[in-house]
């Protein structure tokens, strides 16, 4: 069955398309576009186009530190939206506790450890926010609410909900470029990413093509 891999940018794109190049997967590697919204709308239109046994969300991802230090790789075993809800006087309220929506998929954990030992990435939650993380105040809020987290980015929740929609499992895989925390821009090492994802997605690709559940 063929797996869709949903990136944000050109550049994703590419560093898993050059990896799964000249192996057996059968995938199709999209550049969906940036933020959760974009991505499940260009993943849900690709699902409805042709027949897919497994969505991978994949890109680069600010790591929460000292767990997920730039250059590594992360698996998510928990995809979560972190800021779909309501701020209160008491606090931050997920929808869920609103009564309705989701804000948490949970990919295969048989694939999730298969990836973490295909790839040597750390298994744990990647959060999906719609604004990148810029103060250490931030950060540490984030990571209080969710202690397991390891990463955010901002496409995983909205490809997790697009995958769902269609009865698709769904797996995300994600290279730290950057540090969450104070902003600085300048100090993101988008390269050293991008090659992390590349040689993930090496790594992953014998899991991939053993993946025949559906
Ligand atoms: O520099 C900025 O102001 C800025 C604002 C929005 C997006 C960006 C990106 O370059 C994000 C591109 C892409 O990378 C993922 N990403 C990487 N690091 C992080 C992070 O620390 N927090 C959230 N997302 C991150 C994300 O999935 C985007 O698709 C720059």
Not at 33 to 52: D, E, F, K, N
Not at 143 to 171: C, I, Q, S, Y
């Amino acid at each position: 069955m063929r797996i869709l891999v949903a990136t944000a940018v050109p550049v994703e794109r590419d560093a898993v398309a050059r990896a799964l190049a000249g192996t057996d997967v059968e995938a199709e590697v999209i550049a969906a576009g940036v933020g959760p919204a974009r991505a499940a709308a260009a993943t849900a239109t690709a699902l409805a186009a042709a027949p897919y046994g497994l969505v991978v969300s994949a890109g680069i991802a600010g790591g929460f530190q000292p767990d997920a230090p730039v250059g590594s790789l992360v698996v998510a075993d928990e995809i979560t939206a972190a800021d779909l809800g309501a701020e209160t006087a008491e606090g931050f309220l997920p929808v869920t506790e609103l009564g309705f929506g989701t804000v948490t998929h949970r990919p295969p954990g048989p694939l999730v450890r298969d990836a973490v030992a295909a790839t040597g990435a750390r298994a744990g939650a990647v959060l999906t926010v719609s604004t990148v993380t810029g103060t250490a105040t931030r950060a540490a809020l984030l990571k209080d609410r969710h202690p397991t987290a390891l990463a955010e980015a901002m496409e995983g929740f909205g490809v997790a909900e697009a995958a769902a929609l269609h009865g698709v499992p769904v797996l995300e895989i994600r290279a730290v470029s950057n540090p969450v925390g104070p902003r600085d821009r300048a100090a993101w090492r988008i390269g050293d990413a991008l090659e992390a994802l590349t040689e993930g997605f090496g790594k992953l690709a014998p899991v991939l093509e053993s993946w025949k559940t559906v």
